[in-house]
């Protein structure tokens, strides 16, 4: 199952639209390479990424999940990296 639609791309999401769980979600999809497990997808000592929120961030075109030599992961779209970026520079600009 992938989660491209032929629906047009939403264009650019605001972070304060999502939650702190959401972004954390988005920072972990970032950094690792997530596995499929029963009940979502986890980094072995890392928290899981449930179904649900895969479901939300694919949704809304943050992210995708793609077969890579047979193995299927998740990666952050353009749209997904954007809105990380700008979440962690008026996070820093707040501190």
Known sequence: MNFV?????????DPRDLTSNQLAALRLIKAHKLN????????QGLPLVTFAMVHFLSAKRLIIRRDVRGTPRLELTGVGINTLTVADAKKRNAA
């Not at 639609?5 to 999401?13: E, I, R, Y």
């Not at 499929?36 to 980094?43: E, F, Q, S, T, Y």
């Open 36 to 43: 499929r497990v029963a009940k979502g997808w986890r980094v």
């Open 5 to 13: 639609s032929d629906a047009p791309a939403p264009g650019q999401v």
